[in-house]
Structure formats: structure tokens, C-alpha cells
T-cell receptor, first 112, second 120 residues
Framework: GDSVTQMEGPVTLSEEAFLTINCTYT??????LFWYVQYPGEGLQLLLK?????DKGSNKGFEATYRKETTSFHLEKGSVQVSDSAVYFC???????????FGQGTTLQVKP | GAVVSQHPSWVICKSGTSVKIECRSL??????MFWYRQFPKQSLMLMAT?????????EQGVEKDKFLINHASLTLSTLTVTSAHPEDSSFYIC????????????????FGAGSRLTVL
């Protein structure tokens, strides 16, 4: 079945550092891809999404590009802040069932 | 925006007892709610899909008699872990799909903050 693999965490960065969280997927068909963020004590929130190859999702300074050739959807941010500390989940939406398949999550810790 | 509330946020119970977790959509109607389970350092695993007024659809390998799901109204779904055992200890998360509407909002999933169950 479809699956999502994320880089293991935790990722620890200093404020204003560049962030990359890798995400790769395996899927039949043409899934939509998502990044969700979970701040401490809160539910998952949709951060950004891309629905087809070469689409770039962006929000709050975060970006991710749907790369069909490398089956990847890496999350990037040019300058992280302490407030970005959270758990980030990469996910795909199966094209045939509509179900969301999640990666294992990557914890980001940003230190001042 | 749409808010999903889960209760309780954490619960500790003795082995053999049953525990009910509630998932409420506070400011919208949800025809479909999803229940996930998350083990430490692992991804969210979809357990079941519940549709208002009908039986839940369980994923392969999930015991429907163990994890009872009820979706009696458009704003409430409950997950009952029956005769809980230590291996049922986990983080349970629900999400809800906004009912009806047009445009991208109709297919947005909103997640609850999760409920941590510890079975002694």
C-alpha cells in the first residue's frame, strides 16, 4: 500500500537557521501531498498542500514542492523561529480511497 | 475556523475496564469523522471511519468489538475501548470532515488534540 517516510527527529536548530525536513512517499496513482503541524497540546493543523506534480505549497514561510520524479515533498523554511517548535507530519491522500496516510512525524526544536 | 474538541485529553484506567473518548465538532457539522491511533515515534494509523447515522468502517486488523465507535449526531463521535489492556495504551486522535459546502472548505479535515490512554 501507499506509505510516507520522514526523516527521524528530533531536529534541533538555532533561531534563524535554515530548515529542511525530508519526506518521501510511495503511492499508486496520483496522490495529494500535505504537511501538517502539531504544536504542543493542540491538534494537527494543515500547514500546506500540493495536489499535482511540480506544485509548490507554501504557508507561514514554509514551502514544499511536489516532486514526482523523486517521489518527495521536502519541507523547507529559510529562517526558523522559536515559535516553529512543533511536530511536523508529512501525509498523502490516496487517490483511490481518499484516506490520509501519515509519516511518523518529525519533532523540530528551535533554540533562541 | 472549525474546531474539534476531544475529551478526555488523558486518562488512566485499570486493566479490564472500558474507556470512552469523545470527539466533538464545536462550530460545524461533520458527516464523517476519523479515528487514528499513534504509537510513540510512529505515524498516525487510521483505525476507522465513522459516518453519522451508520456503522463505522474499520481498517484491516482493527477489532471492531474492541474499539466501539458511535457517531450518533453530526457533532459527536465516540470511541470506546472495551476491556482495556496495557497494550491498548496509546494516543488516540480524531478528525472531522466539514459537512457540505462548496470549494476547498468542504474537504478540510480538522483534528482534535488527541487523548492519551494509559492502561495499568
Amino acid at each position: 500500500g501507499d506509505s510516507v517516510t520522514q526523516m527521524e527527529g528530533p531536529v534541533t536548530l538555532s533561531e534563524e537557521a535554515f530548515l529542511t525536513i525530508n519526506c518521501t512517499y510511495t503511492a499508486t496513482g496520483y496522490p495529494s501531498l500535505f504537511w501538517y503541524v502539531q504544536y504542543p497540546g493542540e491538534g494537527l493543523q494543515l500547514l500546506l498542500k500540493a495536489t499535482k506534480a511540480d506544485d509548490k505549497g507554501s504557508n507561514k514561510g514554509f514551502e514544499a514542492t511536489y516532486r514526482k520524479e523523486t517521489t518527495s515533498f521536502h519541507l523547507e523554511k529559510g529562517s526558523v523561529q522559536v515559535s516553529d517548535s512543533a511536530v511536523y507530519f508529512c501525509a498523502l491522500k490516496e487517490s483511490n480511497t481518499g484516506k490520509l496516510i501519515f509519516g511518523q512525524g518529525t519533532t523540530l526544536q528551535v533554540k533562541p | 475556523g472549525a474546531v474539534v474538541s476531544q475529551h478526555p485529553s488523558w486518562v488512566i484506567c485499570k486493566s479490564g475496564t472500558s474507556v470512552k473518548i469523545e470527539c466533538r465538532s464545536l462550530d460545524f457539522q461533520a458527516t464523517t469523522m476519523f479515528w487514528y491511533r499513534q504509537f510513540p515515534k510512529q505515524s498516525l494509523m487510521l483505525m476507522a471511519t465513522s459516518n453519522e447515522g451508520s456503522k463505522a468502517t474499520y481498517e484491516q486488523g482493527v477489532e471492531k468489538d474492541k474499539f466501539l465507535i458511535n457517531h450518533a449526531s453530526l457533532t459527536l463521535s465516540t470511541l470506546t475501548v472495551t476491556s482495556a489492556h496495557p497494550e491498548d495504551s496509546s494516543f488516540y486522535i480524531c478528525s472531522a470532515r466539514v459537512r457540505g459546502g462548496s470549494g476547498s472548505g468542504a474537504n478540510v479535515l480538522t483534528f482534535g488534540a488527541g487523548s492519551r490512554l494509559t492502561v495499568l
